[in-house]
């Protein structure tokens, strides 16, 4: 088994969902849980007794929930993840501050409480949060499909969480074969496709994953057909990647460590797992940047 090959294929397929996807599927994320957003409030401002999302208490939570209505969903929000409620409270939800002050409060709560750590559609918020938002299928109203009906973008969103990105974030050697890298990739490329967005921005993301293969299917080739050492190969296969690509990994996986438990989650490396992977990067780090000074 080529060690350093299953390295730099999940080095690839790591900046590529961090890269290319992770900016498209957080503003589509944004988008549908804006509108969701606006939907419920709307909804409970109809009511005969009503209120809204920004002024919600526990008290209109218990009447809201105690027989089957509209607003039956608040029974299956996650609570607990906004406010500091379950960091304050614990399991005392009569005591949690039930207000929802904006779309981001209002995605926390269909999230596992591990995921529901972001104060922004952005970085901060884990790749694994956006694709379950995508991914899931019980919302009150549908906010997330696709622009061609032969997609089903829940179905999707689901198979690149758990075949993609969790199969990265729990990283191991020997998993990373080019058989596998290149499931990855065409699991990735229906998802570009399912998405809801125009022709030319579906065929540029398209294009990106395609240079993205390519690059490292050439490379391997030159591994294996040239005079080069194993260095020479990690860096000429590395090179579409920059150094700042490989500090975002890095602070991400930094940042995750501090909030790692010892039991291994699905969404979750274990600090152990972390461990390994910023090692890794930190091999990869030092690449790049032999590769700039050889220029």
Not at 126 to 155: C, E, H, V, W
Request: glycine share 2%.
């Amino acid at each position: 088994m080529d060690v350093l090959s299953n390295d730099k294929r999940w080095l690839v397929i790591l900046v590529t969902l961090n890269k290319v996807l992770a900016p498209v599927l957080t503003d589509i994320a944004k988008q549908g849980m804006e509108n969701l957003y606006t939907y419920l409030d709307n909804l409970l401002n109809g009511l005969s007794t009503s209120c809204s999302l920004k002024t919600l208490t526990y008290a209109d939570f218990c009447r809201l929930t105690a027989t089957p209505s509209p607003a039956s969903f608040l029974k299956s929000l996650n609570f607990g993840n906004i406010n500091n409620n379950s960091d304050v409270h614990g399991k005392k939800k009569k005591a949690y501050n039930y207000n929802v002050s904006s779309p981001v409060d209002l995605a926390r709560l269909y999230l596992p409480n591990c995921l529901a750590v972001f104060s922004a559609f952005d970085k901060s918020m884990d790749m694994s949060a956006t694709l379950r938002l995508l991914g899931r299928k019980n919302y009150p109203i549908q906010i997330f499909f696709s622009s061609d009906p032969s997609y089903n973008i829940q179905s999707l969103a689901d198979d690149v969480r758990e075949n993609v990105r969790n199969r990265a974030s729990h990283f191991d050697e020997s998993h990373w074969t080019q058989i596998f890298f290149g499931q990855c990739f065409d699991k990735l490329k229906k998802l570009v496709q399912g998405l809801p967005l125009d022709v030319a921005k579906t065929k540029e993301l398209l294009d990106q994953l395609s240079k993205w293969k390519t690059k490292i299917l050439i490379n391997n080739i030159r591994q294996h057909h040239t005079e080069h050492s194993k260095d020479d190969a990690l860096i000429i296969s590395i090179s579409l990647i920059v150094e700042e690509d490989v500090k975002d990994l890095m602070a991400q996986f930094q940042n995750d460590k501090l909030k790692a438990i010892e039991e291994k989650l699905e969404d979750k490396p274990t600090k152990e797992e972390i461990e390994k992977m910023i090692r890794k990067l930190s091999e990869f780090g030092f690449a790049v940047l032999s590769a700039k000074l050889m220029k």
